[in-house]
């Protein structure tokens, strides 16, 4: 057996080229999620995005960043925020699996860019409550999950230091027979 090669592929650049992601490739990204599982098939995800074409919008969304994401994540052609919605559609009960399938949902957007020659970065890194303040968000009832930079990606030498060197080191990831667990 082997493992999917766009699973391989898949990983987290900070460094983009300028080339524009079609309004085309993008549907079809928010198509790969809209097929990913959900409790109950709620599916209680939303994006917002921004495309450098829209400077303004993509400068607005840019200005929601913190820390180090502000010192590359604005070069992407494609800033995208990921939304959930914390109870189940039309009721006030608690959907206590909405972030899970919103990240179920990322994975499946990131897996599919990997799979059309593009890459996507998933941030933590910014600021929810300008976030919602921007997206007009009912904090009660949906928030912000992650911020995520999409586009082909470029060279390394077009970053900044420290990201420039994190950038040419190989991507490492745990063993499994460190995190795997047989029931006994």
Known sequence: MILLETIRRRWSPRSYLSAPVTREQLML???????APSSNNSQP??????????????????????GGNRAWAPQAPVLIVSCGR???????????????????????????????????????????????????????EEEPVT???????????????????REEQPRTREESDSFVRLLR
Do not use: K
């Open 86 to 140: 914390r109870f189940f559609p039309g009721t006030r009960t608690i959907n206590r699996h909405w972030m899970h399938d919103v990240g179920a949902a990322n994975l499946s957007l990131a897996l599919q860019a990997a799979a059309m020659g593009l890459q996507l970065h998933q941030m933590a890194g910014f600021d929810t409550d300008a976030c919602s303040r921007l997206l007009g968000l009912d904090a009660e």
């Open 147 to 165: 911020m995520m930079a999409l586009g082909y990606p470029g060279p390394a030498d077009a970053l900044p230091e420290p990201f420039r060197s």
């Open 29 to 35: 990204l928010f198509e790969a999620a809209r097929w």
């Open 45 to 66: 995800w939303s994006y917002y995005y921004a495309t450098s074409d829209q400077a303004d919008s993509h400068a607005r969304l840019a200005e929601c960043l913190t």
